[in-house]
């Protein structure tokens, strides 16, 4: 048999200690599976006195990561630190200097400076592998990069931010608002005490554009993604949403568009019967539309240590069975220049909820401004508010009530200067709410 | 850049043809994806004369695919032929003797002889790959073999032949019986002339053992799987799991259990609102339990030529790329034996739809039947027949009626035996209706 494996775990958290775990926990069948034995033979973490219940006998500790990225006993590091700056980045700029190879979960790194990151190691002969930084424990990396190779992709998307999905669930099932169901996740450890850049979308782009230059060939262009979160999502939006035969879900969406791949995050309305609208709770699940294959969706855990652990498991027993694939699936060079495509060039049908004052012709009035702009619409809901103490012989109350619309296919642009003119004219009591349809 | 990987094709129907077609199409990303050009320099086929609309300038045309195996122009051959004996074996031993790389789509072949052909690929040091061969386009062998090497499988099941849920699919949106569903899926091209292969189980019985050895590492035991087709599913039975808040599915399914490792084919309630049960039409679908995951679900297109032609593409990359793994996931030599586990010991739920005659005491007499058999019963259905023209003063009609059972887990044995005591104590019109209940 081959020299063993020498990993390197810089970051001992849920991740790094699940990782650790599971290399000893597996180590015959990672061995029958790579070929060499995978042994872990340095670690590094902040706290060396606490005690993470791990049997770390025989194993160097390293107070700072990236002396245990230069240490010539190791030839793979494991970045489970986090954060695309500091430690992190050090770290993995070490490691890739010392011509050692990288698995990483760390999408924020990845994301911000991945095309440099991955430079370099081909400079050097490296691996850069980062299966657990999208979607957790679902093998949405490797499928992109080696399952999928004879297919032309045309879109990809999917739910990959667990916080969200939770939320949105529980809004949908129990009739709460948003600010309910964040602090039940905050209390259950599903969100952070700051939870804007799980619930404003930011972790979702990161992750969408590593998938974007893996399914297109194109440079990483995190910048690139547009992003809204789900924060003004109310309860009104998912009760109509079920009405109308969709539910919604955060997702991040690349896909190929006129002059470009267009890259967005946001709250989007997929119909029910859909094999992604099954997914709730903290799941996550991407689906792949390509030339050959159709449409692939791959549903699973999308965060926690031990699913996590099981991708990062993955890459360390590809690089033992001495694989090595260019870190976007090919070449550095071989990657096309990101090319973006504004958000006001999107097409695609839309649900529309004004706070429309309820009086005579408002519907009229909105449909007006919408056929002005070619925008067909698909279907209207009108509520009128049964409470309301006066009402006309119409039974209209002056009082503001939703109306919902549903659109035809329509430019992101034409949609907003329709609403920009029913604002003019005066018809809303409340900014417009908008959310994007996604179809199968 | 290396030296190109020269492929020979041995079969030109409709999935050898697309990987032609496609092996051109993506020249280029296939060449970035894998670091060195594939082209394809050999094929074979039954017909020469056969316009099959490819572009074969400069490739060589063998009438025989074992010549073609054998081959010194050859690196890599890929066999498309079909069938578990004569020249598709043939044409795979010969590559493997002669030192070649092997890309299959072939089930039977390697339910049947996987575990010698294995042992000769390993002995020759060259790679028998055979993505296609299960779930058609769905990475689902990549996914075992190499993305959840970390984990220790439970369970593996799927709907992996598209024809059987065509049928169920119609037969439940529709309330048509199998022999009026099988008709449509002939006209369509869905079904065989002779069709017993898929129905009857027998082709998700070859996937499924396939599965069974990559996810547990057992030598791959086809023989050992249980099997039982659809047709005896009857449109009442569709009516009844609606009811009762499933769907009838064709599953493989392969379980750690006592004793070793169960392997069953058969029809399958699912409950309405997991994942696999929103699977319709010809789409296939696995799903892997497994420690560190969880649950892990991949959906898509279980055949067709570019689907299929898409597997066998990324497996023809792989080999571009160097990647080379064993067969099964490990060493033949590190397979465990097989270890049957019989039905009569398989531990579930049930769905028993009895045909009884409708008199006093039946449903007595059954329940009577299940509890000297320990066997606690979830819920009871039973219908009357409202056409019957004589009924006694309790609206009974002493004609035969339905009378369906939902079991809490049980083994196999004791409804077995409860359902002989029955039909004894003459209970029965008609013999019972007998569908396994696979909870998520």
């Given at each position: 048999m081959?020299?063993s494996?020498r990993l390197g775990?810089?970051?001992?958290g849920t991740?790094?200690?699940?990782?650790?775990r599971?290399?000893?926990?597996?180590?015959?069948?990672?061995?029958?599976?790579?070929?060499?034995?995978?042994r872990i033979?340095?670690?590094?973490?902040r706290d060396?006195?606490r005690?993470r219940?791990?049997?770390?006998?025989?194993?160097?500790?390293f107070d700072?990561?990236?002396?245990l990225?230069a240490?010539p006993?190791?030839?793979c590091?494991?970045e489970?630190?986090?954060g695309s700056?500091?430690?992190a980045r050090a770290t993995?700029e070490?490691?890739?200097?010392?011509g050692k190879?990288?698995?990483t979960?760390?999408?924020?790194?990845?994301?911000k400076h991945?095309?440099?990151?991955?430079?370099a190691?081909?400079a050097?002969g490296?691996?850069?592998?980062?299966?657990?930084s999208?979607?957790?424990g679902?093998p949405?990396?490797k499928t992109?990069r080696?399952?999928?190779?004879?297919n032309?992709?045309?879109?990809v998307y999917?739910?990959?931010?667990?916080?969200?999905?939770?939320i949105?669930s529980?809004?949908?099932?129990?009739?709460?608002?948003f600010e309910?169901?964040?602090?039940?996740a905050?209390?259950?450890?599903y969100?952070?005490a700051?939870p804007t850049?799980?619930?404003?979308?930011?972790?979702t782009?990161?992750k969408l554009a590593?998938?974007?230059s893996?399914?297109?060939?194109?440079?990483?262009?995190a910048?690139?993604?547009?992003?809204e979160g789900?924060s003004?999502?109310?309860p009104?939006?998912?009760t109509m949403a079920?009405?109308l035969?969709?539910?919604?879900?955060?997702?991040g969406v690349a896909?190929?568009?006129?002059g470009g791949?267009?890259?967005?995050?946001?709250?989007?309305?997929?119909?029910?019967s859909s094999a992604i609208?099954?997914v709730?709770g903290?799941?996550?699940a991407v689906t792949?539309d390509?030339?050959?294959?159709?449409e692939?969706?791959?549903i699973?855990?999308?965060?926690?240590g031990?699913a996590t652990?099981s991708?990062?498991?993955?890459d360390?027993?590809d690089l033992?069975a001495?694989?090595q694939?260019?870190t976007?699936?090919?070449?550095?060079?071989?990657?096309?220049p990101?090319q973006?495509v504004?958000?006001?060039r999107h097409?695609?049908g839309y649900y529309?909820?004004?706070?429309v004052h309820?009086?005579?012709?408002?519907a009229?009035?909105?449909?007006?401004r919408?056929?002005?702009?070619?925008?067909?619409i698909?279907?209207i809901?009108?509520r009128?508010?049964?409470?309301a103490a006066?009402?006309?012989p119409h039974?209209r109350s002056?009082?503001p009530v939703?109306?919902?619309?549903?659109t035809?296919?329509?430019?992101?642009?034409?949609i907003?200067a329709?609403?920009d003119?029913?604002a003019?004219?005066g018809l809303?009591?409340e900014?417009?709410?908008l959310?994007r349809?996604?179809?199968?």
């Amino acid at each position: 048999m081959k020299q063993s494996l020498r990993l390197g775990v810089a970051g001992l958290g849920t991740v790094g200690s699940a990782v650790v775990r599971m290399v000893a926990r597996r180590a015959d069948a990672l061995a029958a599976a790579g070929g060499r034995d995978v042994r872990i033979t340095a670690v590094s973490s902040r706290d060396k006195g606490r005690d993470r219940g791990l049997d770390l006998t025989g194993v160097t500790w390293f107070d700072d990561p990236v002396a245990l990225a230069a240490s010539p006993d190791i030839d793979c590091v494991v970045e489970l630190i986090g954060g695309s700056e500091g430690p992190a980045r050090a770290t993995v700029e070490a490691a890739i200097a010392a011509g050692k190879h990288v698995v990483t979960a760390n999408k924020a790194l990845l994301a911000k400076h991945g095309a440099a990151l991955a430079a370099a190691a081909e400079a050097k002969g490296v691996s850069l592998a980062y299966e657990a930084s999208v979607a957790g424990g679902i093998p949405v990396i490797k499928t992109l990069r080696e399952g999928l190779a004879g297919n032309a992709v045309s879109r990809v998307y999917g739910i990959m931010n667990g916080t969200c999905n939770y939320i949105l669930s529980r809004m949908e099932r129990e009739g709460l608002t948003f600010e309910a169901c964040l602090k039940d996740a905050q209390a259950l450890g599903y969100a952070e005490a700051d939870p804007t850049f799980d619930v404003e979308g930011f972790d979702t782009a990161h992750k969408l554009a590593i998938l974007t230059s893996l399914a297109f060939g194109v440079e990483i262009d995190a910048e690139g993604v547009s992003v809204e979160g789900i924060s003004a999502i109310q309860p009104l939006d998912l009760t109509m949403a079920e009405e109308l035969g969709y539910r919604i879900k955060l997702l991040g969406v690349a896909q190929v568009a006129a002059g470009g791949i267009e890259q967005r995050v946001h709250p989007t309305m997929v119909p029910k019967s859909s094999a992604i609208a099954q997914v709730m709770g903290v799941t996550n699940a991407v689906t792949i539309d390509a030339d050959a294959v159709g449409e692939l969706t791959l549903i699973g855990p999308g965060a926690g240590g031990e699913a996590t652990a099981s991708a990062v498991v993955s890459d360390i027993t590809d690089l033992a069975a001495g694989v090595q694939r260019p870190t976007f699936g090919r070449p550095s060079t071989a990657l096309s220049p990101s090319q973006r495509v504004a958000m006001q060039r999107h097409e695609g049908g839309y649900y529309i909820r004004l706070t429309v004052h309820d009086r005579p012709g408002v519907a009229a009035g909105v449909a007006t401004r919408m056929a002005e702009r070619d925008i067909s619409i698909e279907s209207i809901l009108q509520r009128r508010s049964e409470s309301a103490a006066s009402k006309d012989p119409h039974g209209r109350s002056g009082q503001p009530v939703p109306l919902v619309l549903i659109t035809y296919a329509a430019t992101e642009g034409s949609i907003r200067a329709a609403l920009d003119a029913i604002a003019a004219d005066g018809l809303l009591a409340e900014a417009p709410q908008l959310i994007r349809i996604e179809r199968e």
